[in-house]
């Protein structure tokens, strides 16, 4: 079975998605009085936020690696 393929666009729109999850991780802990939720619920976000982009990072990492070494 073949394997799916990523494209330089997807590679591109996924690194896009990081880059906002990180900005937005940024904005809010600056800002911690402007958001609408309690303390927990803030706590979850920022949580919630940095693992989706930590995954991202790792996603990008991986696919970078494999276009550095000929895989597809």
């Known amino acids: 079975m073949k394997q799916p393929t990523i494209s330089i666009d997807d590679l591109n729109y996924l690194a896009h998605l990081r880059n906002m999850g990180h900005l937005f991780s940024e904005l809010a802990a600056e ?21 989706i982009t930590d ?18």
């Open 55 to 72: 995954q991202l990072d790792a996603i990008i990492e991986r696919c970078h690696q494999r276009g550095q070494c000929g895989e597809e």
């Open 31 to 51: 800002n911690t009085t402007t958001m609408h939720c309690g303390p927990v619920q803030y706590s979850q976000l920022i949580s919630l936020l940095s693992v």
